[in-house]
């Protein structure tokens, strides 16, 4: 069977199905989306991207996505750290609990925090008479985006720490560095390839999170509108070419971050 | 075998691996995209043993507007008991329910519904336009609209924030709902009532229809609403939710949800907009399942005192003049109700309103 498998025809074959599965899949629909906002010329490109409510919703995401990041960066990293370095029990049940976000309808994760948050909620009537309005404003759209992107960071942490020695650190200790010293000086540079590309992919799935945001956010235009919901929009309303323009400043986006996950990871391995 | 049979076995087993994958993948896309033709086919095959022959059954495909849906719900059975008795058919009823705007765009695209029940003209407009439409579906009775009804606001119980008129929306405070006109056609015409208003305070004041006026209301409104949903449901679930105080809405949601037992208070305001809800035949789709008899009857039962009764019970105001008449105590009449032809028909809202970078875009964006 190894053999079978290992002949250069097969290998021909596999080869083939796989560019033919990512042409089909990703190359084609992606150059169809190009080919769509270009497709009224330029003048007409340059138009729907000037659209001021294009450009508040994508300044918006862009903001409220860094935003979900620090947090899910710091958060994360203490989570992935606690994980790692640390034996309690119900640990096992936690680790795997990570991953349950991926694994969640994004709508029903905003449906959950509509309940938590929402006026009906506990904690929305606790902060509605603090006079703070959490649902169908910022606030719940950062949650929502933060809940999304929960494991990236941990996820791609804690490999590295488990990959590390804790020699070095006892090392740092007996020769006398203080405990910041140590994770500043040892610690952060082990972790850090992990935290900037976990970040990175973060950033990027907040980008593009919907079925959770447009639950939970107002979806006024220039206000709560985020740009995965103006796409949404501008099809609903017969606008493709507006829907592509945006669409395609995402997708650009998305992959400067992807090949500057990828350029991180490279210069980690070449270390 | 010798060596070159056996590579060109190989050739062949990877080739076909490659291939068996692929299929797999198609059969995978082609699976999701039969679902809304597959509704169509049904009418199809139970079509050619009934063309004509008045015996056996025969299915209708309805493609109609949410809001529409309980009160359609009701009538199907009071329509197919009426053409049993009249021709011996039996009538089945394949439904579906969408935003308008998504209902008209899903059957321009190819969803064969045989009779289509829209919140407004543009939406049967966008059918129209597809070809799906031959005949001239407003030469029919009452224009071919089969409701009515009236934008109006939604309080909680009691109306605790004293809201008397549409102007009181623009009181700082005031957490205002109405969903999203870009998504959702019907959310149009409570943004049409709401510059309508304006034009006619303004008119009322200087006697001229003052777009700026208007556009100015608008805006001063705009700034107090809370969240826009995707369509009038979602508007009025998140109402429900206990979001927002004022939800500017159809009159027969509101009343819909009053008969549920659901406690809120409505608001007429002085000066609102009168909406229609149009019904017609798909002619291409209809004639194509050979179901032109049955779709016909069915739009003209809609038209009917026995349907315009249903629609009345469910909050529609009827376009039957005698069936108003029965129920004009349920609907109060505002000081000044203006249709559609006020604000210069859909064609100029469509060109001035909503055009890209026009009044409401405006609003949106602050300027």
């Known amino acids: 069977m190894t053999n079978l498998l290992q002949s250069r025809w097969w290998s021909w074959g596999f080869r083939s199905a796989v560019m033919l599965y990512f042409v089909v899949l990703i190359v084609l629909p992606i150059l169809g989306i190009y080919g769509q906002s270009f497709s009224d010329g330029w003048p007409q490109l340059v138009h729907n991207l000037s659209d001021t409510l294009a450009w508040q919703a994508v300044l918006l995401t862009i903001k409220l996505a860094v935003i979900a990041t620090l947090i899910n960066v710091l958060i994360g990293t203490m989570a992935g750290w606690v994980l790692i370095r640390y034996r309690f029990p119900g640990r096992q049940l936690l680790n795997s609990m990570v991953d349950l976000p991926f694994a969640l309808p994004t709508a029903v994760v905003g449906l959950m925090i509509m309940l938590l948050l929402g006026p009906r909620g506990a904690v929305g009537q606790w902060a509605e008479e603090a006079g703070i309005s959490i649902l169908f404003h910022e606030p719940a759209i950062v949650v929502a985006m933060v809940f999304v992107t929960f494991p990236f960071v941990i996820r791609a942490v804690q490999p590295l720490l488990e990959e590390m020695d804790a020699s070095e650190e006892e090392a740092a200790y007996t020769m006398g560095a203080s405990k910041a010293k140590t994770f500043f000086r040892v610690l952060l540079p082990a972790m850090l390839p992990g935290i900037l590309s976990g970040a990175m992919l973060a950033f990027s799935r907040a980008l593009a999170e919907f079925g959770a945001v447009v639950l939970v956010a107002g979806n006024i235009p220039g206000r709560t509108l985020v740009a995965s919901v103006y796409i949404f929009g501008q099809i609903e309303s017969d606008n493709p070419a507006g829907a592509a323009a945006v669409s395609v400043l995402l997708l650009t986006l998305s992959f400067l971050i992807l090949w500057l996950v990828g350029y991180v990871q490279a210069r980690r391995m070449g270390r | ?367």
Not at chain 2, 180 to 199: E, F, M, R, V
Request: aromatic content about 8%; hydrophobic content about 45%.
């Open chain 2, 1 to 367: 075998m010798n060596p070159h049979n056996r590579q060109l076995v190989k050739i062949g087993l990877s080739t076909a691996a490659v291939w068996l994958l692929l299929m797999a993948l198609i059969a995978g896309c082609g699976g999701q995209g039969a679902v809304a033709p597959a509704q169509g086919e049904a009418g199809e095959n139970a079509a050619p043993g009934t063309a004509g022959s008045g015996r056996g059954s025969v299915t209708l495909v309805i493609g109609a507007y949410s809001v529409a849906k309980d009160a359609l719900q009701e009538i199907m059975p009071m329509f197919s008991a009426e053409w049993k008795a009249k021709t011996g058919q039996d009538v089945k009823f394949q439904e579906s329910y969408e935003a308008s705007g998504t209902q008209a765009r899903a059957i321009a695209g190819g969803f064969e519904a045989d009779v289509a029940v829209l919140s407004m003209e543009g939406d049967l407009d966008k059918v129209e336009r597809a070809g799906l439409i031959r005949d001239d579906w407003r030469a029919g009775p009452d224009g071919g609209m089969i409701t009515r009804s009236i934008v109006v606001m939604g309080t909680r119980q009691g109306n605790p924030l004293g809201i008397r008129d549409i102007e009181d929306l623009a009181k700082p405070g005031v957490k205002v709902l109405y969903p999203n006109p870009q998504t959702s056609g019907g959310a149009q015409w409570d943004i049409n009532a709401i510059y309508g208003a304006g034009l006619k305070i303004a008119e009322e004041q200087t006697g001229v229809k003052d777009e700026a006026a208007a556009k100015a209301f608008l805006a001063s409104i705009h700034r107090n609403v809370e969240s826009m949903d995707k369509s009038g449901r979602a508007s009025m679930a998140a109402f429900e939710y206990g979001v927002g105080d004022v939800i500017v809405t159809y009159e027969n949601e509101l009343l819909a949800r009053i008969a549920q037992g659901v406690k809120y208070d409505i608001v007429t305001p002085s000066r609102t907009i009168l909406i229609e809800n149009p019904a017609a035949v798909v002619d291409v789709n209809a004639d194509k399942h050979g179901v032109r008899d049955a779709a016909d009857a069915f739009v003209a039962y809609l038209h009917g005192e026995q349907a315009q009764r249903v629609f009345a019970e469910y909050g529609f105001r009827p376009v039957l003049a005698d069936v108003a008449a029965q129920f004009a105590d349920q609907f109060p009449q505002p000081r000044e109700l203006f249709d559609i032809g006020y604000l210069g028909g859909w064609d100029a809202l469509g060109s001035k309103l909503y055009a890209d970078r026009g009044i409401w875009y405006q609003v949106l964006a602050g300027r």
